[in-house]
């Protein structure tokens, strides 16, 4: 092994492995080779500079040192520990991927063969390992490196390795390896790891986090070997956090996140309850990464299964959760953003609102001073937990109910602002709409449908054009939704609710400027069916309509108060058969009408003045009963001369609806 010439080397190293090949690991003559073979080999290639310049023949010499080790026990190498480290780190810097390939095998043999005898090694054999092996080109050698690491630590060596070389920081790479196979070998190394090492020292309860996040992994195998890793683990380590085993199940077509297909057993989810320190944390650092694009999916796509596992106990740590939660909403990654919105809807399921709405609330209200994009990234968070909610089973739906009227008035404050913000709000009512069918029949549930009501309206109304001559109201499809939730039709929802939703206009008694309450009871009036209706909606809405058209009033008040009546006069001929709709078209033309028609300059009272007679046009085109008709002709009498006045009306739209009246 000592000649000059490559190729004498190269035979004779052939058959020494040959012959070692031969030999049984009880017979004399092995144990005599040993230390002569070791001699040759640590002559050639175990000390620097390195004597053997040829990569193939240090290949071949190590091959010989992996034969060697395969076959002896434990007493018949130990001395040779010293021999074997100096071989390994010679040549673990080299590039051949041979050369470290082997190395890894001889650094694991020998952690396997005698951890005593490693520990002095350790430290040494596994920095080489994470510098020259972990980071190889190869997948290959980087699982074997992976698995010489682990047998290693298991040899003695944890706190050296964990502590001084800082092995956790070599994990997330790991974890987001593109190589399906180091993702895998990673996976069952970490179970090693957790399930051998002993408590002292947290080590096991560190890594955890990345076996949770082998059950996020693209590859089904991974995720379900995963998932039995955890299982093994929950079963071998009895852990009891009080847990009960509720009744509780996922309702029917709620898909869970794979490799999930029901609930997961009651000793797995005490496990994890017992570990939430060692899991949530590092889960929420990692998806607030802002360098690791790779981490944050990961770690993201890794939530919505530890929710599953998790359950109600992360309420103890929901206000980091979420808040962590509604920021990744906004991530660049759409895999990422898509997985927060499966978490959201499983901590609708499995969080009480009192404690996610407490969290969500203020941020939306504005309490912290959030930019508007933040605040409408928290509504959109709520509305995704809402969701979750429409699948969670009764009991959760009645919770929810019982904690929604704060969150929709913040919604209703919300919709003022921008239109990105009007469509979160409006999101956040479709989404509530869905837990009504779910819900009792109860004065609650009325108040919620009564604000829900109230925000479409407001919504609706927010989208009209307030400079039109004719403002039109149709109804929207949020209406809709929440009408078919209640098996009615928006105008039967309406009119359920009407005394109520008139009662919240009516304060304060008069509307003023750029108040968009006008609106929302004009949108309201137009959807009306005033057939069979209480007299008493009729009596307050009038009255509400009265006090807004006052001479001194703001001129669009007075318009769209106007316009509102001009809806009401479209249903006249139901209106008359009310009791009191005689006062009702008393007042409408006495104090509404007449004092609007009597000509002033400008061109807010033209307008005005367009709005009355379009009002007045509406009443001659219905037809009334009797008695109401009778009222028609007194008033009318008194009103003749302000019509005709109309006539010479400098606007011409003016001009036609006097003319049309009069027809």
């Not at 890894?104 to 920095?127: C, N, S, V, W, Y």
């Not at 098996?487 to 968009?516: C, G, H, Q």
């Not at 009408?593 to 400008?602: D, E, F």
């Amino acid at each position: 092994m000592a000649d000059p010439s490559e190729k004498i080397r190269t035979m004779s190293t052939e058959m020494l492995i040959a012959f070692v090949e031969s030999l049984n690991v009880r017979d004399i003559i092995f144990n005599t080779i040993i230390p002569e073979l070791m001699g040759a080999i640590m002559e050639r290639m175990g000390c620097m500079p390195i004597r053997e310049d040829t990569e193939e023949l240090r290949m071949l010499m190590l091959d010989l040192v992996l034969l060697i080790l395969s076959k002896c026990e434990q007493s018949q190498i130990t001395t040779q520990f010293e021999s074997l480290a100096s071989i390994f780190t010679c040549n673990i810097t080299h590039q051949a991927p041979g050369l470290r390939e082997r190395c890894t095998q001889l650094a694991m043999r020998m952690a396997e063969l005698d951890h005593h005898a490693i520990m002095p090694h350790g430290f040494t054999l596994a920095k080489c390992l994470l510098e020259y092996g972990l980071g190889h080109h190869q997948s290959k050698i980087r699982i074997l490196s992976l698995k010489a690491i682990v047998s290693i630590v298991l040899s003695g060596c944890a706190h050296s390795i964990f502590e001084t070389l800082n092995l956790p920081n070599y994990f997330p790479a790991l974890a987001t390896n593109l190589s399906p196979q180091v993702r895998e070998a990673f996976v069952t190394s970490v179970y090693t790891l957790v399930s051998q090492l002993p408590p002292k020292g947290n080590y096991s309860q560190d890594m955890m986090i990345y076996l949770v996040h082998g059950l996020a992994d693209e590859i089904p195998q991974i995720q379900t070997q995963t998932l039995t890793y955890l299982e093994q683990l929950a079963s071998a380590h009895h852990e009891s956090s009080g847990l009960e085993d509720n009744a509780f199940v996922y309702p029917e077509g709620f898909a869970l996140p794979s490799p999930f297909t029901h609930r997961p057993r009651l000793s797995l989810r005490s496990y994890v309850a017992a570990h939430l320190q060692c899991l949530f944390p590092p889960l929420l650092r990692g998806m607030s990464d802002t360098w690791t694009l790779q981490l944050r999916r990961l770690s993201a796509l890794t939530l919505p299964r530890a929710l599953v596992l998790a359950e109600d106990q992360v309420e103890m740590l929901c206000t980091e959760l979420v808040d962590t939660m509604v920021r990744s909403l906004g991530d660049e990654d759409a895999a990422a953003r898509r997985s927060v919105v499966e978490a959201f809807s499983l901590i609708g399921i499995h969080v009480h609102p009192e404690i996610y709405l407490a969290i969500l609330v203020p941020p939306i209200r504005g309490a912290m001073h959030g930019s508007s994009s933040l605040r409408i990234l928290f509504t959109h968070a709520t509305a995704d937990i809402i969701a979750g909610v429409n699948s969670a089973p009764q009991g959760r739906c009645v919770q929810l109910m019982r904690h929604s009227i704060d969150l929709l008035a913040a919604m209703y404050d919300l919709a003022q602002d921008t239109q990105a913000a009007r469509e979160a709000a409006q999101r956040v009512g479709d989404v509530l709409a869905g837990i009504l069918p779910a819900l009792p029949s109860s004065p609650d549930r009325d108040v919620l449908t009564l604000a829900l009501i109230r925000l479409d309206v407001a919504i609706q109304a927010l989208g009209m054009d307030l400079k039109a001559t004719d403002i039109q109201s149709t109804v929207s499809p949020s209406l809709e939704l929440l009408s078919s939730k209640l098996n009615s039709t928006v105008p039967a929802m309406l009119n359920a609710f009407l005394l109520p939703l008139i009662e919240l206009y009516a304060k304060p008694p008069k509307w003023v400027k750029d108040s968009r309450a006008p609106f929302e009871f004009f949108t309201i009036l137009s959807h009306v069916d005033w057939t069979g209706l209480d007299p008493a909606c009729l009596n307050s809405a009038t009255a509400i309509l009265c006090s807004n058209s006052t001479m001194d009033g703001d001129p669009d008040v007075r318009h769209i108060s106007l316009l509102a009546l001009c809806v009401m006069l479209d249903q006249l001929s139901s209106i008359s058969l009310l009791p009191s709709a005689e006062a009702f078209l008393r007042t409408s033309m006495n104090d509404i009408l007449r004092p609007t028609l009597v000509w002033r300059s400008g061109q807010a009272a033209a307008t005005l003045r367009r709005a009355a007679m379009r009002c007045i046009k509406r009443i001659w085109a219905q037809d009334p009963t009797a008695p109401l008709r009778n009222e028609l002709n007194s008033s009318f009498t008194s009103l003749l001369p302000l019509i005709l006045g109309c006539i010479d009306d400098d606007d011409v739209n003016t001009r036609m609806l006097t003319c049309h009246t009069l027809r």
